[in-house]
């Protein structure tokens, strides 16, 4: 293969595995949100007065955020060397840190930094990763494939390892190896386009052009724009005499390519940016966050982490949404609105903040908001049936009778034609004297779910009442 070739596709797959090492390697999860409340019977839920915290008094760090690149880069390795002070004693706070240095280009620290957490636990996964990834951006082959098989041995699930450890076994012409690395990583996670890039690759270089093929075209399924696999079909076909598959798919490489580079260029710009630097910073707090609520139950510095996020970047999304559930797991429902209407603010096309927003007042007692709230949820494009049912079922146990009601519920059910979607119908046409209307949606129901006794039952009551 082209060197030069092989080294734009290297790059492209650790470009992939140093933007996904956030997840690949801490797979952390924010705090479960409360469910939204299935009935409006319930009582008003109790709202705890508690301010949010202060970020200063936390972290100890003056407001405003920093105006300048180099603070914002300089703040982010200072807030996880905090961490690393807190909780010397759990890798996950190494992690973060050598992560952190990964993203600014510091791969000495950063592999300095995976070897402390490596101190910490020998069977570290996540650190096996980080150095592997960084020995392959110095090719240094034998070393990452070392760590990335250790990796592998530790935790079989880190997706990004396996297609960067096939792209390293080829390097060093380990053909069979890398075949059955891409194999098993094709066979843990079908739906990599990664893993079927470079499994097609190692067909590739075996001379095995049909299934070289059958792995490209598997990719491009999975990811039309993804340029690479074209340029291999176009290798693929043109050995194995298909000389117009071959013009087609180098045609379409060369129009990809061209886009991909672009956007490459873009990225690179955007990294020198101020708002790109304060995108990342609050990245780096919600991480940060996120090891202080599950790993040190931290709920106080976890809080302080996610709002000094949302303070660096006004337009933040997941700092809010980890303080939102943060807010309700705390029975803090007026301060928890509050952020929810941020989060409308932020985004206000997302049916699921509308729906929070409902929620949130429902809960507080606040029902002709709640039902505002939920109206606003069934403007938006695309329509949701969730909206829908959330406003229906407020709408029903209201005493008065809505007109619109009526043609709510069908739509819920056009959108979504469950049992309980054809349940709700049911009881709003019920509501307003229609039986057999409500029969029929409850016989819609049973046909969808005909082993439900209490559809059964629902059923054998309206026919009853009805005649």
């Known amino acids: 293969m082209n060197p030069s070739r092989r080294a734009m596709q290297f790059g492209t797959i650790l470009t992939v595995a140093i933007v996904a090492l956030g997840m690949a390697l801490l797979n952390w999860r924010t705090p479960g949100a409360t469910q939204a409340i299935g009935t409006v019977a319930e009582k008003t839920a109790v709202d705890v007065q508690m301010p949010a915290v202060s970020v200063a008094e936390v972290l100890g760090l003056a407001e405003p955020p920093p105006p300048s690149l180099a603070a914002l880069r300089l703040e982010s390795v200072q807030a996880c060397q905090r961490l ?7 890798p996950e706070s190494y992690a973060v840190l050598a992560l952190t240095y990964m993203r600014l280009g510091d791969s000495d620290s950063a592999k300095k930094t995976w070897e402390s957490a490596l101190d910490i636990n020998a069977r570290f996964a996540p650190a096996y990763l980080g150095i592997g990834t960084i020995a392959a951006s110095r090719a240094e082959v034998q070393s990452a494939c070392e760590h990335l098989f250790r990796a592998l041995k530790e935790n ?3 997706t990004e390892a396996y297609p960067l450890l096939t792209a390293q076994l080829l390097a060093c012409n380990r053909l069979d190896e890398a075949l059955e690395v891409a194999k098993q990583g094709l066979k843990r996670f079908p739906a990599s386009k990664d893993c079927h890039y470079w499994c097609g690759q190692v067909h590739l270089e075996r001379h095995e052009y049909e299934e070289s093929i059958a792995c490209h075209k598997r990719a491009i399924e999975l990811a039309p724009t993804y340029a690479n696999p074209h340029y291999s079909l176009a290798l693929a076909n043109m050995r194995a005499g298909f000389r117009d598959e071959a013009k087609r798919y180098q045609a379409s490489f060369s129009d990809l390519s061209r886009q991909q580079m672009q956007e490459e260029r873009e990225q690179g710009r955007a990294y020198d940016d101020l708002d790109a630097a304060k995108q990342f910073l609050a990245g780096v707090y919600r991480s940060l966050g996120d090891v202080y609520y599950l790993k040190l139950d931290s709920a106080r510095k976890a809080e302080a982490n996610w709002l000094r996020g949302t303070a660096v970047d006004p337009t933040n999304i997941t700092c809010r949404e980890a303080l939102l559930a943060l807010y309700e797991q705390q029975s803090r429902l007026s301060i928890a609105l509050t952020m929810a209407n941020e989060l409308v603010a932020v985004d206000p096309n997302a049916v699921s903040h509308r729906l929070k927003v409902g929620d949130l007042h429902q809960r507080l007692g606040r029902i002709p908001d709640a039902i505002a709230a939920y109206r606003e949820a069934t ?25 619109d009601t009526i043609g709510l519920a069908a739509t819920a059910v056009s959108l979504s034609p469950s049992a309980s979607s054809y349940l709700l119908l049911s009881a709003v046409l019920q509501k307003h004297n229609d039986i057999d209307g409500a029969t029929a949606a409850v016989r819609n129901a049973i046909e969808l779910e005909p082993d439900n006794p209490q559809l059964q039952n629902i059923y054998k009551q309206l026919t009853q009442s009805g005649s």
């Open 84 to 90: 690393v002070s807190d909780a010397p004693d759990k």
């Open 379 to 403: 403007r938006l494009t695309p329509a949701t049936a969730e909206a829908y049912t959330r406003l229906v079922a407020l709408l029903l146990a209201s005493p008065d009778l809505h007109n």
């Open 156 to 158: 079989p699930n880190l």
